[in-house]
């Protein structure tokens, strides 16, 4: 999950604006683990645990060539914009900034909330991690199956600098940390996603775009940050037509590219190499044009291949644009959806046969939160949420059509589906209880898994609980997305975002006779973030829905060692088949892919 596109782009982002085309535990958010005190003058990329003394000189980075989107905008229609080296010198201005931004944070910043204070978002394993290169990695357990021939992917933030002011976990620059296997042998490597932001913040030495989430800390501080990025903009250290993502969130295989996701920005297209190695291609420019942005779950069909996605305001209408990607890569026209009154965060949706389902939550934009100092993302307490649906071929929201779902906010979605001749839509998502916790205190919310059945012609709703366990970032077997499936493989929240284990749901029972029918915890100490299910035979539709095997990240807070799991996805106790010890250490972060050998060798 990335921060909302930000506010000081908003007035670009509709197209007539642009002139030119086990049981979770539950407690407070404490340090995971002591963590040595963050300097706020520290403006290099030092990790926590190789943070020089408090005697010594810190430095900024020496200058290097860096990589700066300078290519234009292809006549094709699918264009990606690929990095060309260029050599640039800190000017003056820029070192004035940096210290600006600097004294800001030392002078002007209140204390600092935990949910946005470096020392509490960034302790034990949420701590950042240099880019580490290839590195062959030992199978310690089992063996690898020959399905698994590809690369799983995960993203999450890293930021490239420690905080010297407020910082969220939604902030960090993304990351990418890929294992690739073939013939039963693993390499693993970390790279960053180059985004424009990155780049011009790896030359800069500083970061220089604030960030929804955490950058609006007291009005004092908030308006200094304002007026120092403004200025960075005008002197052109940083062009936002450029993009202002941080493509930390998901990844998606579709169109004959590979892409990191991030809801603040288009996305950006990346390759594993042959031998595991992680390259940035460019910043993906066919889905719509400068200032505008795309979902970091786009919803692919199985059967023909196409992708829907939609992109959303914090600021004006409309606040909600539906589309639609052909098979072969090719953006379809916006539909934009004026029916949603009032900025919401949706961050995910479901698609089925006929409609895709959009989630209207209470959590959303309230500008008049900045003159208070406060962050202007919030719960609005008197919004009801909705449901809306719509064809999911429309022209337009003319057939468009919304239902009130109080009481329900469903940050991600897991699975639709129609029943009954297209008449009833079944929909399977973690409802956030209670909501008001869901920015600045995460790991007091419980993640409820519900079953809520939709009948389309009298527009009645029913909701049943799926299980009593807090359990979020549900995934399926993906040639099911659209489809009735009966399994989903979600995370054991310890709390969230940290997974204690993982469980298989059997959405065919009931939660009084038990949901779960396979689970595994972990061990003391150690955690994940979210599954990801690899079927046995991909291409085989006669095999069962559950044939396969679940894959996953795992540390172990304890050995401070990080591991991936290969799971049994049809044993009860999810059996491990193999386990690869990483080089590296992976830190707690947010979506991850499976992309076979096949599709590797396309991109």
Not at 136 to 165: H, K, T
Not at 268 to 289: M, P
Not at 298 to 310: H, L, Q
Not at 474 to 496: F, H, L, R
Request: net charge neutral; aromatic share 10%; glycine share 8%.
């Amino acid at each position: 999950m990335e921060p909302l596109t930000s506010y000081f782009l908003s007035k670009f982002q509709h197209p007539t604006n642009i002139p030119f085309p086990s049981t979770a535990v539950n407690h407070r958010l404490t340090p995971l683990a002591p963590t040595p005190k963050i300097s706020r003058l520290n403006g290099s990329s030092t990790r926590f645990e190789e943070r020089p003394r408090e005697s010594e000189t810190i430095t900024f980075q020496p200058l290097r060539k860096v990589t700066k989107y300078t290519g234009k905008l292809s006549t094709k229609r699918s264009s990606i914009r690929e990095p060309k080296l260029v050599e640039t010198r800190l000017r003056p201005s820029v070192l004035i900034f940096n210290s600006l931004d600097r004294l800001i944070a030392e002078f002007l910043d209140p204390p600092l909330r935990p949910s946005i204070d470096p020392k509490y978002v960034l302790s034990g394993n949420f701590a950042p991690v240099d880019e580490l290169p290839p590195t062959e990695s030992e199978v310690i357990q089992g063996y690898l199956p020959s399905c698994l021939d590809g690369a799983y992917i995960r993203n999450g933030p890293n930021p490239q600098f420690i905080p010297s002011g407020p910082y969220h976990l939604f902030d960090g620059d993304g990351m990418l940390h890929s294992i690739r296997i073939s013939q039963g042998k693993a390499t693993f490597c970390s790279r960053y996603v180059e985004t424009y932001k990155y780049m011009v913040e790896r030359r800069i030495g500083s970061p220089v775009f604030p960030n929804l989430f955490s950058a609006f800390n007291g009005l004092t501080a908030s308006l200094a940050r304002c007026a120092v990025t403004a200025a960075r903009v005008l002197t052109g250290q940083f062009n936002p037509i450029n993009g202002i993502g941080l493509a930390n969130t998901s990844l998606a295989l579709f169109g004959g590219h590979l892409f990191a996701l991030g809801e603040s920005d288009l996305p950006y297209a990346v390759k594993v190499t042959s031998d595991g190695d992680i390259i940035t291609l460019g910043r993906h420019e066919s889905f719509g044009k400068p200032f505008l942005t795309m979902t970091a779950h786009p919803k692919i069909d199985s059967d023909t291949g196409e992708v829907f996605a939609f992109r959303y305001s914090s600021t004006i209408p409309p606040f909600l644009t539906f589309f639609r990607i052909s098979a072969n890569g090719i953006k379809q026209k916006d539909v934009p959806i004026f029916s949603m009154k009032k900025a919401s965060f949706v961050h995910d949706f479901a698609i089925t046969k006929n409609y895709a389902i959009f989630p209207e939550t209470q959590v959303g934009m309230n500008l008049s939160e900045i003159i208070k100092g406060r962050s202007p993302m919030g719960v609005d307490p008197n919004k009801v949420p909705r449901l809306g649906f719509i064809p999911r071929y429309a022209e337009d929201e003319s057939e468009m059509w919304w239902i009130d779902m109080p009481g329900l906010n469903a940050i991600h979605v897991i699975n639709a589906w129609e029943e009954d001749d297209g008449n009833t839509i079944v929909l399977i998502a973690p409802n956030a209880l209670p909501v008001e916790h869901i920015i600045d205190n995460m790991d007091m919310i419980h993640f409820s898994l519900e079953k809520i059945t939709v009948n389309i012609k009298t527009e009645t709703v029913s909701r049943h609980p799926v299980s009593s366990e807090s359990l979020e970032f549900g995934v399926v077997n993906s040639a099911y997305v659209g489809k009735k499936n009966m399994y989903v493989y979600a995370a054991i929240g310890a709390p969230m975002p940290k997974a204690a284990g993982v469980v298989k749901v059997d959405l065919s029972l009931s939660a009084e006779t038990g949901c779960v029918v396979a689970s595994r915890l972990y061990g003391t100490g150690c955690y994940g973030s979210e599954p990801f299910f690899v079927p046995r035979e991909p291409n085989n539709p006669e095999v069962e829905e559950d044939d396969g095997y679940v894959v996953a990240y795992v540390h172990n807070e304890n050995s401070n060692e990080s591991s991936f799991l290969v799971m049994d996805a049809k044993s009860p106790s999810l059996d491990i088949v193999g386990a690869v010890k990483l080089p590296g250490r992976v830190p707690y972060g947010f979506h991850g892919l499976f992309v076979p050998e096949t599709g590797l060798n396309k991109l």
